[in-house]
């Protein structure tokens, strides 16, 4: 997949594009039916790409409250590669951005310097300033000089929309099996392994320390069993997301002790899926009382209700 930082004329753009929009924050379910929709439209000889935003536009429009993250760029850049599109146009979403007229953006950015054939939109999806432009807009717009316009309906799951704001609310309060269904695959929580305060070491649980991007959702405080995946296999862990609170923590951390793994492997990735909530955070008296209580925790993985398949 080729990447374009910007809306830029691509130096192939003699070959017909089809192009589809959107921020696409954990590529779901619905994200990916719009992207069929898309690569429908391709035809012998055209590009099918994508024009998304490097952050979330409310990072812009109402800053310190955007949503977190179910995929940060990097994880959503490598779900669009995978899903079969040619390229991507990875645009900032800025004052210049928010102030174009949904006409001029039409005009201007997607006929006159992408020179698209075909766009794909969900249903719903609102552009421009004051969010004036919709799929009924671009219609009037585009469709006098050829360009075909799209509009996806929202797929639904239990008679509601699958949406980016749903699978946050199921993350957010730990219902991992309502999120993967929406996504269409697991969720995964993903960073580099740092090093942590070394307690784990000292109970004789020697924890992973992931550095995760401040911008990915994490789900509410607790234990969770969870996969972990490192260096290409996977691995029964026991994972623990909060603040530490029996030693007086501030800091959010997330914590994996993998069955069986002795080996140190700080500064390379480990990724957790398939979470499964265990118990929630508490204070105990002192580390005899939460070792103890560890060791119960372990039953969760050691001898798991799930399976690696």
């Not at 590529?27 to 000889?45: C, D, Q, Y």
């Not at 699958?162 to 269904?181: L, Q, Y």
């Not at 992931?210 to 996969?227: F, H, I, N």
């Amino acid at each position: 997949m080729k990447i374009h930082h910007g809306l830029v004329p691509s130096a192939d753009g003699a070959r017909p594009l089809v192009l589809a929009i959107g921020f696409f924050d954990g590529f779901h379910r619905g994200h990916r039916e719009l992207v069929r929709a898309l690569l429908r439209l391709r035809r012998p000889g055209y590009r099918a790409a994508v024009l998304t935003f490097r952050s979330h536009p409310a990072s812009f429009l109402r800053p310190g409250f955007e949503p977190p993250l179910i995929t940060t760029l990097e994880e959503r850049i490598d779900l669009l590669a995978s899903s079969g599109i040619d390229e991507l146009y990875l645009s900032d979403f800025d004052a210049h951005m928010a102030h174009t007229e949904a006409r001029a953006f039409l005009l201007r950015a997607l006929h006159e310097q992408l020179r698209v054939r075909a766009l794909v939109v969900g249903e719903n999806f609102r552009f421009g300033k004051d969010r004036a432009g919709d799929a009924g807009v671009a219609r009037e717009v585009l469709g006098p000089l050829g360009v075909e316009v799209v509009a996806v309906p929202p797929l639904l799951d239990e008679d509601e929309r699958i949406s980016s704001t749903r699978v946050r609310a199921a993350i957010a309060r730990g219902d991992f099996a309502t999120a993967n269904r929406l996504l269409g695959e697991p969720w995964t929580l993903r960073g580099r392994v740092v090093l942590g305060a070394g307690r784990g070491h000292d109970l004789g649980f020697p924890t992973a320390n992931l550095d995760v991007p401040p911008e990915k959702m994490l789900p509410v405080d607790g234990v969770y069993a969870a996969l972990a995946r490192h260096d290409g296999r996977d691995r029964r862990a026991l994972v623990s997301i909060g603040t530490n609170p029996t030693f007086d923590g501030r800091k959010r951390t997330v914590e994996a002790w993998l069955v069986d793994f002795q080996h140190t492997i700080y500064g390379e990735e480990l990724s957790l899926r398939d979470l499964r909530f265990v118990r929630e955070q508490r204070r105990f008296a002192g580390p005899d009382e939460l070792l103890a209580q560890m060791q119960e925790d372990v039953s969760h993985v050691r001898f798991p209700t799930f399976s690696l398949t």
